[in-house]
C-alpha cells in the first residue's frame, strides 16, 4: 500500500502566496515522477505541474512563472510553490506519484486532495 500526507491548502487572497507538500511512503520500489493536478467545480481534473526523477519539470501554461514545483528525492517529497495567486487557481489540489516497480512498470497513485481557495 501507498500512503500520501499531503498539506499546504487553505484560503488566499488574491496575490498571495501557498505552499503545499505531499510525502508518500509504504510499499515503494522507486518513483519514477511526482506532480500535482486541480480540479475546479464543475470541470475536469487537469495537470499543474510534474517533476521527474532527474528533475525534469512540466508546467501547465497557466501556472507557467508562478508556480514552482520540487522534490526531495530523499524524503519522497514533492512541493508546490504557489505564488501570484489568482481566483481561477481555486481547486481541489491532488498530488500523483508514478511508481516504478522493478520491471519499469509505471503505476499512478493519488493523494486525498487539499482544498485551495483564492479569494478576497
Known amino acids: 500500500q501507498v500512503q500520501f500526507v499531503e498539506s499546504g491548502g487553505g484560503l488566499v487572497q488574491p496575490g498571495g502566496s501557498l505552499r503545499l507538500s505531499c510525502a508518500v511512503s509504504?510499499?515503494?520500489?522507486?518513483?519514477?515522477?511526482m506532480g500535482w493536478y486541480r480540479q475546479a467545480p464543475g470541470k475536469q481534473r487537469e495537470l499543474v505541474a510534474t517533476?521527474?526523477?532527474?528533475?525534469?519539470?512540466n508546467y501547465a501554461d497557466a501556472v507557467k512563472g508562478r508556480f514552482t514545483i520540487s522534490r526531495d528525492g530523499a524524503k519522497n517529497t514533492v512541493y508546490l510553490q504557489m505564488n501570484s495567486l489568482k481566483p481561477e487557481d481555486t481547486a481541489v489540489y491532488y498530488c500523483?506519484?508514478?511508481?516504478?516497480?522493478?520491471?519499469?512498470?509505471?503505476?499512478?497513485?493519488w493523494g486525498q486532495g487539499t482544498q485551495v481557495t483564492v479569494s478576497s
Open positions: 500523483n506519484a508514478d511508481l516504478m516497480d522493478y520491471l519499469k512498470r509505471r503505476y499512478p497513485y
Open positions: 509504504g510499499s515503494i520500489f522507486s518513483i519514477y515522477a
Open positions: 517533476v521527474t526523477n532527474i528533475d525534469s519539470t
